[in-house]
């Protein structure tokens, strides 16, 4: 017999633990990709219960249901999709009442609706007892107490969600007093909904038009109720119609005191308050908590910062050290592939252009952009996603907040550019913890500025070879003047293109978590390095090849007849103004896919090998043709000009817009340009 199948979205304010409940209920079933037409990541998976296969989405983590961010458009938009049979919404238990306010929001929505109290433990652990019976009552919807990091209440959680679809367990879901004065716009409204053909959740509709919801009020003001997900409603609504009704919202919304907003909010908090006084109990008289305790140090006016610089400079050296001797061992077993399958093609007598283009090309390319991204993307991810669940993350995004603000932007900002250093692609990625649209776009722009592993790593090979014992003090003063140039691109971002735009940010600060390893492991190397990686190999590869056919054609050709030998003539120009010769320019140009293969690249537009295969020759060579500026300038150009491939890619994932990917390239680029040219100039009148 087919299996009754039930959709069932997860909802839930961030950080109260509905991924661990995705995963423990879906195990390795499950998918991660964007909601379409949204830059907002899901998962989907799929479990089986008691012959049931139920489908799971885990929907994005948000505070309310306004509509004010992608995140609560996507979630809102699937709930009243109609969609998922049920909705499952993971409250913190910890911090029930200001959980409530998107539970209410929800139960405005649909019926069909089961709570789970999660964090039960730590109620417990902070002196405190909730009834979850009484809970029940209030809310009328079923609520399951739950341990999700133990999977305790899991099986009764699954149990209350089937009988809540197939009718076992009926539902009455609370709904909110807003007073006389919205109640009585509320049934006016609800009124002319009737008249026009708007069946279902007048009262919900009533509701946002009042809040002059951006999404509701622009699908009635444009005449399509598509936009909103009512159309099924009343597809025949004339848009003048619609229309009417949004300017009878308008009067009405003006002439309530103090604003009809505001009142909305405030009774849905003062509703909240009540029911989580009548449903909790302390238990042990109220006294400072252990997250509190260390908060006093943490987040303290004069310890956060050496604290906040020393987490920092913890993970920027295990990335560093630990990329370093992981990108040995890669690199190490990537030439013995490599060895091997060059001698079976030399075995079976295959022709050069094979063995090159797919060795020296393909594979060559391949191995070197896994062996400089693989290894600092894990550590740090895995060393953010561990920070998360202590709860160290925010706090640190918190004490970065103040000289953020100088610059227009937040204390987010600087986590990517923290995780910029071990690779600008998880620098962009992490922008989406920022809320605001205009401070996430300063994040991404300004993230490929930041020196990554790849650049530091290949950068300290040429510095030293290039500088002697000079090598410390100039590799310094790279990494401060990438952090320089960050943070004035952003203060010229948030002058220019989004000048005007609010840059404050809403933070949670959760209690401090013994963190669940296998969580952490699960969110960091699969949901993110695994995928991460595949598009960067995708990329990689191809490029590697173009790269070695620009050097092997015609075969036998001398250097100067090469594709290689004529883009070093045609860039020569371009870069003559900052102190860049036509072979710098062209190595640079080859360093797309990843900037740790810049060595062979230069040896390549030198004329020194036809691959990018690892030599020692440029570096021997090069010191003895570079005079000091001219390789400081390089230098300077090298760790600022361009993102890798992978990481405009990653730009392009981020944002769906041809139009920031390009500024993503550009405003790095630009920024070098203008800071080789000063420290080229400024170099030169200083008489270096």
């Known amino acids: 017999m087919a299996k009754e199948a039930i959709t069932v979205g997860l909802a839930g304010n961030p950080n109260v633990g509905k991924s661990v409940i995705f995963n423990a209920l879906t195990g390795g079933r499950q998918h991660v990709g964007n909601w379409p037409g ?13 012959g049931r296969e139920i489908h799971l989405v885990d929907l994005p983590g948000t505070y309310s249901l ?55 433990d730590e109620v ?71 008249k026009v053909g708007i069946d279902q959740r ?90 509190e305790r260390i908060d006093q140090i943490v987040t303290h006016r004069v310890w956060s910062w050496p604290i906040t610089l020393a987490v920092f400079l913890a993970i920027f050296w295990i990335t560093i050290e630990g990329g370093e001797i992981a990108g040995g061992w890669l690199e190490a077993g990537s030439s013995w592939v490599i ?104 994040a991404i722009l300004t993230s490929p500025l930041i020196i990554c592993s790849g650049g530091y790593g290949a950068g300290i090979a040429l510095v030293i070879a290039l500088f002697g014992d000079r090598a410390l003090p100039v590799m310094l003063s790279l990494v401060l003047l990438s952090l320089g140039a960050a943070s004035l691109a952003t203060l010229i971002l948030n002058k220019t293109l989004f000048r005007g ?56 050709a001398p250097f100067e007849q090469t594709p290689v030998g004529w883009l070093v003539r045609a860039l020569a120009p371009l870069g003559r103004l900052c102190g860049l010769t036509g072979e710098m320019i062209t190595a640079l140009l080859f360093t797309w896919p990843a900037k740790e293969i810049v060595v062979p690249a230069l040896a390549m537009t030198y004329g020194l090998q036809s691959t990018l295969v690892e030599s020692p020759g440029p570096l021997n060579y090069l010191p003895q043709v570079w005079e000091p500026l001219s390789s400081y300038t390089f230098m300077v150009f090298f760790m600022l000009y361009l993102p890798c491939m992978v990481t405009v890619w990653a730009i392009w994932r981020e944002t769906r817009s041809l139009k920031w990917t390009l500024m993503g390239v550009l405003v790095p680029l630009t920024t070098a340009s203008v800071i080789t040219l000063l420290v080229y100039h400024g170099g030169r009148l200083l008489g270096f």
């Open 202 to 291: 007048k009262r919900w509709v009533a509701l946002r038009l009042l809040e002059d919801d951006p999404e509701v009020v622009g699908a009635f003001r444009a005449g399509d109720l598509t936009e909103c997900c009512l159309a099924d409603d009343a597809p025949s609504i004339s848009p003048k119609t619609l229309r009417a009704i949004v300017r009878k919202a308008e009067r009405l919304r003006e002439s309530t005191r103090p604003d009809a907003k505001v009142e909305i909010v405030r009774h849905r908090y003062e509703f909240a308050h009540d029911v989580v006084h009548r449903v909790t109990r302390r238990l042990r008289p109220d006294e400072e908590s252990l997250t």
């Open 339 to 442: 060895d091997g399958v060059r001698s079976w093609l030399t075995g079976i007598q295959a022709p050069w252009w094979i063995t090159g283009a797919l060795v020296d090309g393909f594979l060559m390319g391949v191995a070197t952009v896994i062996a400089v991204m693989l290894p600092p993307m894990t550590i740090l991810f895995t060393a953010f996603a561990l920070l998360e669940d202590l709860g160290l993350l925010p706090r640190l995004a918190f004490n970065m907040d103040r000289p953020m603000q100088v610059l227009g932007s937040q204390g987010k900002q600087t986590l990517t550019w923290g995780m910029s250093f071990g690779c600008n692609v998880t620098g962009v990625m992490a922008s989406r913890i920022i809320e605001s649209k205009k401070t996430q776009l300063a």
């Open 501 to 556: 735009e609010p840059g404050g940010f809403v933070l949670e600060m959760p209690a401090y978590r013994q963190p669940k390893w296998r969580q952490v492991a699960w969110r960091a190397l699969v949901d993110r390095v695994a995928h991460t990686m595949w598009r960067a190999v995708e990329f990689a590869g191809p490029a590697s090849l173009l790269i070695w056919l620009l050097g092997n054609i015609p075969p036998g």
């Open 38 to 50: 949204k830059t907002v990541e899901r998962a989907e998976g799929t479990f089986t219960y008691h």
């Open 66 to 120: 306004a509509a004010q961010s992608p995140e609560e458009i996507v979630a809102r938009d699937y709930i009243l999709s109609g969609v998922p049979d049920v909705v499952v919404d993971v409250v913190d238990a910890t911090s029930l009442e200001r959980n409530l306010n998107l539970t209410l929001q929800i139960l405005e929505l649909t019926d069909q609706v089961v709570v789970a109290l999660n964090l039960m």
């Open 124 to 194: 417990q652990r902070q002196g405190w007892e909730i009834d979850a019976e009484a809970l029940q009552e209030q809310l009328g919807v079923p609520v399951v107490p739950t341990v999700a990091t133990d999977k305790k209440g899991l099986p009764q959680l699954v149990a209350a969600l089937v009988d809540v679809v197939t009718g076992e367990r009926s539902t009455s879901p609370a709904s909110v007093d807003y007073g006389l004065t919205v109640e009585g716009h509320v049934e006016s409204l609800r009124t002319d909904l009737d």
